[in-house]
Structures are given as structure tokens and as C-alpha cells.
């Protein structure tokens, strides 16, 4: 065990997910009052058209209040660039924080729009989504962990795989994924679950190293081993395969986008929740691809489950090019498919396009996109 194991482990900041934003930088709307709340005031939050109605503690975002009550508000990134979690505050005020200009724009504002994972309370306020919530899906609430790494190994170019042991189980939907808070800098990043939910308790993560980073290369690629304790949130997230569905799936992954798509395929295959399953797997060279042998082993005994790596820079005995145009290629038509596609934003958008190409509805795919940090973006 190393001396980090011994390092307190730093509490999980009070909004949930993503960085803190500066103190006395968020902008109060649509409060028309001019009202100011007093510091540590709480107040309820209830949603429209359910029975909802939850405590949100100072400084917690409406997001991380909700899934911490098992009620559910859709959402993706948890760190302000995707937009999926807009709510109208129908009445109360909210204080938006670091809600960026490019996710909720002045006039969304103005209109009464927020970021449920951005925005916290100033009165008690009713909330609406806007987007359409997933009936029928299994809901984990948000907890707190904390855990210990039992195993950490390069995979790949620039790719560790981190297995965490929670010191208590957390349940999940396959496709997920959970928040590390990285020593000592306040922040969290998301990383999502690669192993199956009905595994041994286990949280198996894929991680890319990113330049700079401070999750990546200042910790888990730096002083991260074996036997460190780490806190960590989750499960979050809607990227997932938790129903029965009558057509294959084409699952697209670039770099460590194929995590969430690993514990897909093997829950989908395990649960018979598809009746086929095409795993695409993007890099540039031999060197970026891993737990091949396990992906062929994995087709040589599953006759629904089929494996395609893709490079495009090396010509190899597999699949050379964009992993979206092999997908093109290998199907003249994917209507009457459906996609997971993971990884970062260019390639999930490829992917959008080609499937478009081959007439699949965009209903029919869902995404989930590797977004840098709004303060890493910069
Ligand atoms: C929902 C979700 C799930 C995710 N799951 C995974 C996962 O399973 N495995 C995984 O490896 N990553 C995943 N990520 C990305 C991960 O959360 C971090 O953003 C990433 O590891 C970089 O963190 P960092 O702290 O090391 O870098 P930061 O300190 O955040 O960034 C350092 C610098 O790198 C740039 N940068 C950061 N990320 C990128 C990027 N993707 N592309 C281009 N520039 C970038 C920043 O702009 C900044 O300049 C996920 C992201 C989201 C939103
Ligand atoms: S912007 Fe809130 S979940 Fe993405």
C-alpha cells in the first residue's frame, strides 16, 4: 500500500458532479426580486406531473439533490456541455453557477431555462424537464463511496484499466458511469463502468491518458497504485441497455469509448436483451486496441457477438480505415438496427453521420460523449 493510502480522502464536494465554480461567480435568474439568499439556506425542489418533492442542501445542484432522492431528472455529462438535464423553472428562482453561455444561452435564461446539474436553488422552486424521461428504466440512486484500488495495469497506448472495490456494492445500469474525485484538487472526473452491473462488486474503469490532465496523467498515470483509497459518486448517466430489444446492435467505440460498451454487450448478451451484437472498436495503431484475444474468445463462443476492430493508421490483417467508415462498409443498410456509440465528441458525430448514411432513425442511436471539463476547455 502506498503512502496515499493513507491520505484523507477529500469529501465529495456539496453540488455533486464536476468542478466547484468560483465563489460569487454564478448569476441569480430568473429571480425577478432582486432577492438574495441567505448562506446555507435550503430549500425544496419539486417536480412538475410527479410526486417529487426533495430537500436541496446549500450549494447542491438540483441534479445531484434529485438523484440522490431516487427521483430522476435526464441528464448526461453532469459537468454543464451537453444540455441534456435543461429543466424550466416554472416557479422559485435558481442561481445558474458556471452554467457555460454555449450550453444555456442568455435568452434560454431569460425564458426561464437552467442546467439542473449546474444551477442550485435561491427559493423553493418547481421544476419541469425538458427532456423526455426513460420510463421503465431501473433507477440507482446517487450515493457516495469510497473504495479501494485492487488493480491498475497499462492495457494500451496511454491506457490503464482501474479496478476500484467500493467498500459497499453500488448498483448500476450497464452503460453508466461514476465520478472520481481526484486528491486534493476538488474536482471530479467521469469514468464509466466497462464490467457488467451483476459482476463481484467490482467498478472496472478504462482510462486514456490525457496531456496535462489532472485526473489522468497528475494522478491515476502518476502516484495511483495499488491499495490507494479513493472517493468516488455514481452511478450517472443514460447511456444504457436495460430493456429487451427485438433488433441487433451496433456498438461504435473510439479509444476508452469502449468501456461503457463492454458492460453493454455483456449484459445485453448475458440477459439475452439482443439477439445480435456488433462490437466496433476505433485506434490508430495495433498498440491502441486491447482485451482483443478476449473479444475474439468472446465470438468464437457466442455466435451472437461479433468483433471489429478498426485502424487508421496501419494497415493490419483487420479492418483499416475510420472505425465509422468500416461500419459503413461492412452494412448497406442499417435500418431496423440500433447504435451505442461512445468516445470522443468527433467520433460519436462521425458515427451519427454514417449510421444516417445507412437510414438508421436517429431515435434509434444513443451516444455518449467523452466531453473535456468546461474549466479543462477553457
Ligand atoms: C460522461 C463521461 C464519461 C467519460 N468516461 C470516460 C472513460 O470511461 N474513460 C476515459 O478515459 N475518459 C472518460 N471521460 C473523460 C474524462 O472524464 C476526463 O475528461 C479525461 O480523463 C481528462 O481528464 P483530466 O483531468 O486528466 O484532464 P483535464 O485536466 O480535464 O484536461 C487537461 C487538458 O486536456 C484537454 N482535454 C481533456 N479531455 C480532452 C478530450 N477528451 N479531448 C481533447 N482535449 C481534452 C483539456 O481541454 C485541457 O486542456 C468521460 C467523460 C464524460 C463526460
Ligand atoms: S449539461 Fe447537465 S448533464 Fe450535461
Known amino acids: 500500500m502506498s503512502d496515499r493510502s493513507a491520505e484523507t480522502i477529500p469529501a465529495a464536494a456539496p453540488d455533486g458532479p464536476g468542478d466547484r465554480p468560483p465563489a460569487g461567480v454564478g448569476v441569480q435568474a430568473p429571480d425577478r426580486t432582486g432577492f438574495q439568499p441567505p448562506d446555507g439556506a435550503r430549500f425544496h425542489l419539486t417536480i412538475d406531473g410527479t410526486d417529487t418533492s426533495l430537500t436541496v442542501e446549500p450549494g447542491q ?5 434529485a438523484l440522490r432522492a431516487a427521483a430522476w431528472i435526464p441528464h448526461s455529462c453532469t459537468q454543464g456541455t451537453c444540455g441534456t438535464c435543461k429543466v424550466r423553472v416554472l416557479c422559485g428562482a435558481v442561481d445558474h453557477r458556471d ?6 444561452t442568455a435568452d434560454e435564461r ?4 437552467a442546467l439542473a446539474c449546474r444551477a442550485t436553488p435561491t427559493q423553493d422552486v418547481r421544476i419541469q424537464p425538458v427532456g423526455a424521461v426513460d420510463d421503465g428504466v431501473p433507477r440507482h440512486p446517487l450515493r457516495d463511496y469510497t473504495g479501494t484500488v485492487i488493480a491498475l495495469e497499462d492495457i494500451a497506448r496511454d491506457i490503464r484499466r482501474l479496478v476500484v472495490e467500493p467498500d459497499m456494492p453500488m448498483a448500476f445500469n450497464a452503460g453508466q458511469y461514476a465520478e472520481l474525485i481526484v486528491p486534493g484538487h476538488g474536482v471530479a472526473r467521469q469514468y464509466s463502468m466497462a464490467n457488467p452491473p451483476d459482476g463481484p462488486g467490482v467498478l472496472e474503469f478504462h482510462v486514456k491518458r490525457t496531456p496535462g490532465g489532472v485526473a489522468t496523467e497528475g494522478w491515476i498515470f502518476a502516484g495511483l497504485t ?13 447511456f444504457h441497455l436495460v430493456h429487451p430489444q427485438p433488433e441487433p446492435a451496433i456498438l461504435i467505440g473510439g479509444g476508452t469509448g469502449l468501456a461503457p460498451l463492454v458492460s453493454i454487450a455483456r449484459h445485453a448478451l448475458s440477459h439475452n436483451l439482443v439477439p445480435e451484437v456488433f462490437l466496433y472498436h476505433g485506434g490508430r495503431r495495433e498498440e491502441d486496441l486491447y482485451d482483443v484475444e478476449v473479444f475474439r474468445e468472446l465470438e468464437r463462443v457466442d455466435g451472437r457477438f461479433h468483433y471489429r476492430p478498426a485502424l487508421s493508421e496501419q494497415e493490419w ?3 483499416t480505415g475510420m ?9 448497406s443498410s442499417c435500418k431496423g438496427m440500433s447504435a451505442y456509440l461512445c468516445g470522443p465528441p468527433a467520433m460519436v458525430a462521425a458515427a451519427q453521420k454514417a449510421l444516417k ?16 471539463a468546461p474549466q479543462a476547455a477553457g
Open 99 to 104: 452554467s457555460p453561455d454555449y450550453t444555456l
Open 323 to 331: 472505425v465509422t467508415d468500416v461500419v459503413v462498409e461492412d452494412f
Open 110 to 113: 431569460c425564458g426561464g431555462l
Open 357 to 372: 448514411r445507412r437510414r438508421m432513425p436517429p431515435r434509434q442511436i444513443r451516444r455518449e460523449e467523452f466531453t473535456p
Open 61 to 65: 445542484s438540483m441534479l445531484d439533490a
Open 317 to 319: 490483417s483487420g479492418a
Open 226 to 238: 495499488v491499495g490507494d483509497r479513493v472517493a468516488l459518486r455514481g452511478p450517472l448517466g443514460q
